[in-house]
């Protein structure tokens, strides 16, 4: 039997501040855009995200901006791209991402409704995909060629649950990539609050565990008597490296399937339905996702595998809601909107205010985000650009948080 899984200690967290950046995760969204429900490229229409959002950004890398409420927005190939800020792993660090990334979309959508008053246009965004990263930890640094093993185990690992939390039943494939210091699983859109939540903290949960397993392969998953599916072997990702589980690399589709059925062999013979695998997958991990959510979450993880509650794959087609997201958002579990900020959401939005930080007796004013992890500043009389970290940022500010 496993050990419990736990999170770092604070004092752990602390010396890896020291040593590197803290493990984060964070979330993506991305939006088909329709404009009198004709499908349009956004930059095309907008030129740049700035034109639709009244209030003035922070600008990013590129032609990216930082939203007034702490998330980013860009255009990317072709969609609309929303991301989180980053969440440092600790309890609850799921339930705060899949929060903030709706509250980005929330954001986005009500200036969406201003730009069409203006233009008498009618705008849609029409769900796309969710991108889910989960940095490695310091201490676990991974080659490029181990991360890419990681990957492709996890491709085998995640697929059977990430399909009943995420997946509908138009989906094709669920993903992994690896990305130099962290691991992205990519999957369709989700819209509901709730199941993305859940999905994070399977994701997140499971991701942390599996990067503490001293081997990464489908003989270490055999050895740990995980189910797989047989005939499955996962293919190349369509995008940068990575692998799919895409509905081709199975025996037959698995997201047009009966879930419910138990007419899926596994390679040790034994015949289960796809719900039944995604639990048998999960339940080792179970205290792992507890780790890094919180109660109600968690409960709905178990709840949607065990048919408790239902997976948008228990419909027969693909729920409306995706078709025009953001407009109705369904807040269903109170704890989601009352959890405590982070400390990284608690800087970011004190930097989105744009009031100065003071640094010994120099004032400094926000100026740009680099990257994720870093904000740069100007000094008020002398104009000398300085960079912070956002955990240097967190020890100048936490006076006034």
């Known amino acids: 039997m496993a050990a419990p899984y736990k999170l770092p200690t604070l004092s752990s967290r602390l010396v890896a501040r020291r040593a590197g950046p803290v493990p984060v995760i964070g979330l993506e969204a991305e939006f088909t855009l329709y404009v009198d429900d004709v499908k349009r490229l956004p930059e095309e229409v907008f030129g740049t995200a ?28 072709g969609v609309i791209e929303v991301a989180t800020p980053i969440i440092e792993i600790e309890t609850g660090c799921a339930v705060r991402a899949g929060r903030t990334l709706w509250e980005q979309i929330e954001f986005v959508r009500q200036e969406l409704d201003a730009w069409e008053a203006a233009h008498h246009q009618r705008v849609r965004l029409e769900g796309f995909s969710t991108h889910y990263n989960v940095s490695v930890p310091v201490g676990r640094s991974l080659s490029a060629a181990r991360l890419g093993q990681v990957a492709r185990m996890l491709t085998y690992l ?6 009943l939390l995420a997946a509908n039943k138009l989906s094709t494939g669920v993903g992994v990539r690896p990305r130099g210091d962290r691991l992205e699983v990519t999957a369709d859109f989700t819209p509901d609050p709730d199941l993305m939540i859940a999905t994070t903290s399977l994701i997140t949960g499971i991701i942390l565990a599996v990067l503490d397993w001293p081997l990464h392969s489908v003989a270490e998953m055999k050895r740990r008597a995980i189910p797989i599916i047989a005939g499955f072997a996962p293919c190349k990702h369509t995008s940068r490296k990575g692998f799919l589980a895409r509905h081709f ?15 899926w062999r596994l390679i040790d013979g034994r015949h289960r339905s796809l719900r039944q695998i995604a639990l048998e997958i999960t339940l080792p991990f179970r205290e792992a996702i507890r780790a890094v959510t919180d109660h109600d979450a968690f409960a709905h993880v178990f709840e949607v595998l065990s048919g408790r509650a239902r997976s948008l794959l228990d419909f027969p087609t693909r729920p409306a809601r995706y078709e025009d997201a953001g407009h109705r958002i369904e807040w269903n579990r109170r704890t989601h909107r009352t959890l405590p900020r982070s400390r990284y959401e608690q800087v970011i939005h004190r930097i989105l205010t744009h009031r100065p930080i003071r640094v010994g007796s120099a004032l400094y004013e926000p100026e740009r985000m680099i990257g994720w992890h870093a904000v740069a500043f100007r000094h008020r009389q002398t104009g000398r650009r300085r960079t912070f970290t956002l955990d240097e940022l967190a020890v100048h500010t936490m006076a006034e948080l």
């Open 158 to 163: 995640l697929h059977p649950p990430v399909m």
């Open 50 to 77: 700035q034109k639709f959002v009244r209030q003035k950004m922070l600008p990013r890398k590129g032609r990216s901006f930082q939203l007034p409420v702490g998330g980013a927005v860009y255009f990317d190939t």
């Open 249 to 263: 690399c199975f025996p037959r589709n698995p997201f047009a399937a009966d879930i419910n059925a138990p007419d």
